[in-house]
């Protein structure tokens, strides 16, 4: 059965025009609605909410750039702005969840060789594939930086 409803995650880095790419093949292939999801990690987060200070002027430029950014990736491929999501959270949790919100029946993400403390802490990818109800295709990216 072909996939209907399929969910690209990205980070807006270097995997990001590999699994983008694929994706929309896919999504061409099947006849799919083509989803676009990018999730920013809360500062608090990041930096473990051990440190008192006010990040929302910051956050609140980081979502403007991070906008921009899936803007003009979604207009070059010709996702409409409905299909267009940005949220805030952790990706392995918010991935999984958005592709339940929109009923999407794939959802494409980059996989790369990991190593060292990397290889321990475990990847974006691991926790969409436990945490997502349906397919998840990790994609082979070559990352070089
Ligand atoms: P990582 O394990 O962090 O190297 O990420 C592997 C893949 O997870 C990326 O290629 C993306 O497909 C997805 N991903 C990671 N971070 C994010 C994010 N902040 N928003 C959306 N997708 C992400």
């Known amino acids: 059965m072909p996939y209907q409803q399929i969910l ?15 994706a929309a093949s896919l999504a061409q292939q099947n006849q799919a609605q083509l989803h676009v999801l990018h999730v920013i990690e809360p500062l608090a987060i990041t930096y473990g909410g051990d440190i008192p200070m006010d990040f929302s002027a910051i956050q609140e430029e980081i ?10 990736l979604c207009e070059g491929i010709g996702v409409p702005e409905s299909h267009r999501h940005l949220v805030t959270g952790r990706p392995e949790a918010e991935i999984p969840t958005q592709a339940k919100a929109v009923n999407g029946d794939l959802i494409v ?4 060789a990991r190593w060292g403390l990397a290889l321990l802490l475990g990847s974006t ?12 295709l990790a994609v082979k990216v070559d990352i070089e930086d």
Not at 63 to 72: I, S, T, V
Not at 109 to 112: E, I
Not at 125 to 136: Q, S
């Open 8 to 22: 690209a995650a990205v980070d807006l880095g270097n995997t990001t025009e590999t699994v983008i790419q694929r």
């Open 109 to 112: 993400v980059g996989s790369h």
């Open 125 to 136: 990818t691991d926790g969409v594939m436990h945490g997502a109800d349906c397919d998840v």
């Open 63 to 72: 979502h403007g750039q991070a906008r921009e950014q899936l803007d003009r």
